[in-house]
Every structure is written in C-alpha cells, then in structure tokens.
C-alpha cells in the first residue's frame, strides 16, 4: 500500500521543479494529486505522465496571489477527488537584488506570490481539510527564511513569513487534526537556481558554503515533503524541516 493511498492532495507550483517531482512521487504512493500551476501547459504535461504511469491526477488553473483562484481550483479538485488531505503550499519566484535595487512593485509581487500566497491557500483549503477529518499543510520556506545572503532580502522577508505563518497556523488547527510544518531547502538544482549556478562565481558561493559541496535534485527536497504528507509524521507539527546539505549547520 502506498505512504499517501486515499489522500488527495494539492500541489501549487506543481508544473516544473519541486511541485512537479512530489507530484509524481505521491502519485506513486497512492495519492490523488491535484496539479496547480499558472503555467497551464507544464501542468498538463506532470499530470499526462503521471496518469501514463498508472497514477490519479488533474491539472487545474492556480495563480497562488488571488483567492478567487484558490476558491476555483480547491472547488475543481474536489469534485474531482473529493476533500483536500495535504496541501503543499510550493510555488514560489526568486528576486536576487540587495535593498537599494529593490523596487516597490518587485517587493509587492514577491509577497503576493510567495507569503500571501501561502496565507490564502492555508485558508482556503481548511474547511474542505476540516471535513476530511485531518489535514497536512506543507510550507515551502527556504534556508533562506534561517539565515541571511547577500543580495536577497526580499526573498528572505517572505520565506521569513512563511517559517512564522506555519507556526502560528499549526498552533490554531491542531484542534482540528491539521499539522501545518514547513520545509527549508538548500540549493536545488531546478529552473530557478539553472542561472545562479550556471555563473562559477555564484555558484562557487553557494556551494562553497554547503558542507556536502553540491546542489541537490528536487527528489531529495521531495522526499522530506512526502513524509511530512503521509500519516508517518502524525506528532510533527510548527516544525521546520531543513533539507540543506549542512548549509545553516555553521
Ligand atoms: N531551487 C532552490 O534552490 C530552492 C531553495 C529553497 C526554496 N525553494 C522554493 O521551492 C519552491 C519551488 O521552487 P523550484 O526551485 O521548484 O522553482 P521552479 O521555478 O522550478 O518552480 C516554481 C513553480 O511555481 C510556479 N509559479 C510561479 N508563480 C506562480 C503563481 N503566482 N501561482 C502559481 N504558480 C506559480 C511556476 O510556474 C513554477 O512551475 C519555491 O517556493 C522556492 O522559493 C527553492
């Protein structure tokens, strides 16, 4: 029997990187996994090999900073699957600039996408976890939302809300059988990282301060993240989960 069998479960930023391997991976466990995606097309595309593999998945239409969005996608995927078990509040943009090179309108739309994203997708998908009877919301945090590096303050700020957010909701839904932890990657070899470590200087720094010396591929992130979804982890919640290769470890 798979680690997720009769969980449904929904993945934003499930078209490329990350969200895409744990959607294929908790398919492989069990899980109807609904694949949520401003990129349409890279949604459809996880979900044809899922399905091609023996798997259960819909793509649905998500952009994570409106809640008209979430109302539309969480409604599409019950009625496809029934109510939500494990959200995996994934999708998220990187904005690689000190403070003084940071604009307004860029510090707006990293919020909307990765902090306010996350708050609006825990609130959506709670009363259909609620009347499921117990929930798993993982929250994709960053080391970056530990410890500071240069030239990403605004990308900090919101991985910095998120560690917090995830705490805060874990305290208010433990009553209803919802654990909400969130996970703290290190550097992953995926389209948002491709650029940073194509350059030799930027990877040099990176890497240079990860103690195994190397990225990871998203398999390693999405593993931890399986086994905060799956009934194994049912003491563990607030917590923070990092998956760094020893980055944050001196
Ligand atoms: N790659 C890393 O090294 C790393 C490290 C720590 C944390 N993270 C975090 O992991 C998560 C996944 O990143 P990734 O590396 O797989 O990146 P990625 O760029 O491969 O994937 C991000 C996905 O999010 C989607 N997305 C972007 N804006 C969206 C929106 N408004 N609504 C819905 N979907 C949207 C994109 O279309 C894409 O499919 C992000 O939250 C990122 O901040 C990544």
Redesign the pocket.
Known sequence: MGRLQGKTALI????????AVEARIFAEQGAQVIV????DA?ARAVVQTITEAGGSAIAVH????DAANWDKAIAEGVEAFGNINVLVN?????IMKPVQDTSEEEWDKIFS??AK?VFLGTKAVLNSMKASGSGSIIN?????GLVGAPSAAAYQAT?GAVRLLTKGTAVDYAPFNIRVNSIH????A????DDLLKDPEVAKALLGTTIMERSAQ?EEVANAVLFLASDEASFMTGSEVVVDGGYTAQ
């Open positions: 934003s930023g499930a078209a490329s990187g990350m969200g949520a995606d401003v990129d890279g998500l952009d994570v900073s994934n999708a998220g943009i990187l996408i990765n994203g994709i945090s960053s080391i970056y991985k990657p290190g550097v992953i995926t389209a948002m990282t998203p």
